[in-house]
């Protein structure tokens, strides 16, 4: 059905194999039959999370992401371990990151980020019924715990204070689940 589109590879391998990502270097033939070059990066995937108070209030992070040299507004999210079933995921990651535990989990839906160069998948999660506790931040990682209403969410991405591309998707989501417009999953 797409076979007018579809590029093949023909040859390639790794270019760089880091702890975290690793970045592959392939020739492809494209549909008209011409070879060219492709770099991309393997991701193991990640999960997100939604989660909201029982005031309707969104439980956010700030930190500091290196690439950009700044701090960004975020939700909690996660790499996928091997393996790893994709809610357990989500549960270990925001208790981790935030601290909560959640009651209520609902797969709202998977997003590809940078699908140019990346193979890398999120599925987000909502999640409900929260109960406070104490992070557990891995070695290495700063975090501050946030919380706001979805309309000031909603506004801090349009004035550019939140840009994060996953914390944009999940607010322009809760929007509609709260409306009663979507379900998630």
């Not at 701090?71 to 999210?77: N, Q, R, S, T």
């Not at 914390?167 to 009663?180: C, N, S, Y």
Request: with cysteine; net charge negative; aromatic share 8%.
């Amino acid at each position: 059905m797409d076979a007018h589109l579809k590029e093949t590879r023909v040859s390639g391998g790794i270019a760089y194999d880091g702890n975290f990502l690793k970045v592959h270097r392939d020739i492809i033939r494209l549909p008209d039959g011409k070879e060219v070059g492709r770099e991309y990066i393997k991701h193991p995937g990640a999960v997100v999370i939604l989660p909201v108070l029982d005031n309707g209030d969104v439980l956010l992070e700030r930190q500091f992401r290196y690439p950009n040299d700044r701090v960004f507004i975020e939700l909690p999210a996660g790499k996928l371990e091997t393996d790893e079933d994709h809610l357990e995921c989500a549960k270990r990651e925001l208790l981790e990151e935030t601290g909560y535990t959640a009651t209520q989990w609902d797969f709202v839906c998977t997003i590809h980020n940078a699908i140019a160069y990346s193979d890398e998948f999120l599925d987000i999660y909502l999640a409900r019924g929260l109960v406070a506790g104490k992070a557990q931040l891995d070695e290495g990682e700063f975090i501050e715990t946030i919380s706001m209403p979805l309309a000031d969410m909603l506004d801090a991405v349009r004035t550019g204070a939140i840009t994060d591309v996953k914390t944009i998707i999940g607010a322009f989501w809760l929007e509609k689940i709260q409306a009663g417009a979507w379900q998630p999953g």
